[in-house]
């Protein structure tokens, strides 16, 4: 059974940096994507980033609204993934969840983590 522990929450200003991981655990050979997702209060769940742990390994992928801010990356051999948030806005405010699954889609990131909380003011 897969297990993804988030850590590295936090209150920072405007236009601060924080990054965030998940420690993974109980991968099988068909999980080949992990990811980020944030929930901010009133407001569905997003997708910010993900990328392919194999198949092909290392390709990654943002939403508009973080491109060129966030960066996405995986340690495979520590099994955690990491999310490098910069230039923080407000609207990055929300809870970040780690996912993982057999794809990089919403549909196939059925593995989830608890949730970390961000806030950006």
């Known amino acids: 059974h897969v297990q993804l522990v988030e850590s590295g929450e936090g209150s920072v200003q405007a236009g601060g940096s924080l990054r965030l991981s998940c420690a993974a655990s109980?991968?099988?050979?068909?999980?080949?994507?992990m990811g980020w997702f944030r929930r901010a209060p009133g407001k569905e769940r997003e997708g910010v980033a993900a990328?392919?742990?194999?198949?092909?390994?290392?390709?990654?992928y943002y939403a508009d609204s973080v491109k060129g801010r966030f960066t996405i990356s995986l340690d495979s051999a520590k099994n955690t993934l990491f999310l490098q948030m910069n230039s923080l806005k407000p609207e990055d405010t929300a809870m970040y969840f780690c996912?993982?699954?057999?794809?990089?889609?919403?549909?196939?990131?059925?593995?989830w983590g608890q949730g970390t909380q961000v806030t950006v003011s």
């Open positions: 109980g991968f099988t050979f068909s999980t080949s994507c």
């Open positions: 990328i392919y742990v194999r198949y092909p390994a290392g390709n990654s």
């Open positions: 996912a993982a699954g057999s794809h990089c889609s919403s549909s196939a990131l059925n593995h």
